[in-house]
């Protein structure tokens, strides 16, 4: 909390005195350090802590259970969350709200950005409709784990891993099992360790955020779109997860949001659920009870696929473009984004910005001119920061409902609370 306040306060004086290059060269290279390591553990957590969880079921009819279990309710949060998103922007019609002047101004400055997001989403729109069913088999496992936008795919061998080991006999496993146990508890007093440079960290990402930011005058025309986009998160955050795990989960509110606030906090800061799933799977084992064996599985799963905040953003950015550019979009053609932005969420990767490329396909399925992305170039940093936090949150309370629903979540220690 601290190194955020302090980051913001000392980036605001830095803009003011023009030592923008200053905090870019010498302040920056921290926080960037920090997402590295972050980033670095997250492929060596999924696999040492996923292995062991699948293992430790002991029985694939588990496993079938949990995974469907898990699928489905990541969906209906998902399909949810866009639903409030798009009755929102319906009702407050932000895109109606700019101005033709801002508008052309906001397509001129941002047109190159934009056009490299509207690149990147090209290849993804190439592709026939099972594509996001192959990507998630890879062809290479070294290749798919040098990359961390294809944790689905270390997760598919993962999981696969895991199943062989409950197939084959006890005395042949356990060794293998073992030894993940073992580097499993390695790679969490890594975690340990990094996080210790956490408030440098945030420090310097929230300083070289804020010299960055664009002017003012951008951001007030943007104001309706990004009202609309927080007070979708902040529904989900306040009321619909705090519910979930109250009606689910059987737990307080206050329990969980005390329990999550950390890894709330580094998802806000570092704009990446990949990035955060460290500190979820520690909160979620030490601080809300939930057992290894649920925690192992569903987060590093949710941390790829279940992004309610991307989703709910994509559809009120696609209707807002759409307004901004005049046009009407039908219920059928609402639903159709429901259904595009839910699937569109579940390929975007867990890494900042990401979810603007596959706003692209949103737009381009329900025939929105994607140079339009160029309108919410500006801001969309700092909502990415929000909806990585509703992101996160969403896995963190799907993660309580499971375990509850296993008789896997545990009353945890005093100590612990
Ligand atoms: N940054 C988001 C995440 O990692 C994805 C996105 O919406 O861009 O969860």
């Known amino acids: 909390m601290i190194g955020i306040l302090a980051g913001v306060i000392f980036g605001f004086v830095a803009a003011q005195l023009n030592l923008a290059d200053f905090v870019k060269d010498w302040i920056k290279p921290f926080g960037t350090i920090f997402i590295n390591l972050l980033k670095m553990i997250a492929v060596p957590l999924i696999v040492t802590s996923l292995v062991k969880g699948v293992a430790d079921l002991k029985d ?8 469907g279990r898990t699928f489905a309710i990541y969906v209906a949060t998902t399909a949810f969350s866009i639903a409030l998103g798009l009755v929102i922007v319906n009702i407050v019609r932000p895109g109606y709200l700019i101005k033709a002047e801002s508008r052309q101004v906001m397509m001129e400055k941002f047109a190159d950005g934009a056009s490299s997001k ?13 594509q996001p069913l192959i990507d998630i088999v890879p062809d290479n496992l070294f290749r798919a784990a040098t990359d961390n936008t294809s944790m689905l795919q270390v997760i598919f061998f993962v999981v696969f891993f895991g199943i062989g080991l409950i197939l084959i006999p006890g ?5 293998v099992i073992d030894f ?11 975690i340990d360790i990094i996080m210790l440079g956490a408030p440098i960290g945030v420090f310097a990402l929230l300083a070289s955020l804020v010299v960055e930011l664009p002017s003012l005058d951008l951001l007030t025309a943007l104001l309706g779109y990004a009202f609309c986009v927080l007070l979708g998160l902040a529904i989900l955050l306040t009321l619909f997860y705090p519910m979930l795990v109250k009606v689910f989960a059987k737990k307080s509110p206050a329990f969980f949001m005390k329990g999550i606030a950390p890894a709330q906090l580094l998802a806000f800061s570092t704009s990446s659920s990949a990035a955060t799933l460290p500190v979820s799977m520690e909160r979620a084992q030490e601080h809300l009870g939930v057992d290894e064996e649920v925690a192992s599985f569903v987060l590093p799963i949710g941390a790829t696929v279940n992004m309610d905040g991307t989703a709910l953003y ?6 807002f473009i759409a307004q901004a550019f005049g046009m009407h979009l039908n219920l059928g053609e609402q639903l159709g984004i429901l259904l595009t932005a839910t699937l569109a969420s579940i390929g975007t990767a867990a890494v900042p910005g990401a979810g603007m490329v596959m706003l692209v396909i949103v737009m381009a399925k329900a025939g929105i001119p994607e140079a339009g992305l160029a309108l919410i170039f500006a801001i969309d940093r700092p909502l990415d920061m929000c909806r990585t936090v509703a992101n996160v949150t969403s896995d963190l309370c799907v993660s309580m409902i499971i375990a509850k629903s296993l008789g896997k979540l545990h009353e945890p220690k005093p100590s612990e609370l």
């Open 60 to 67: 694939i009819s588990k496993l079938g259970k949990m995974g």
């Open 118 to 130: 509207i690149a990147a989403a090209e290849t993804v729109k190439q592709s026939g409709p099972l």
């Open 171 to 175: 005395n042949k496993a356990k060794p």
């Open 180 to 190: 993940f146990d073992g580097a499993n508890d390695v790679i969490m007093k890594l």
């Open 314 to 319: 994509q559809g009120v950015a696609a209707v």
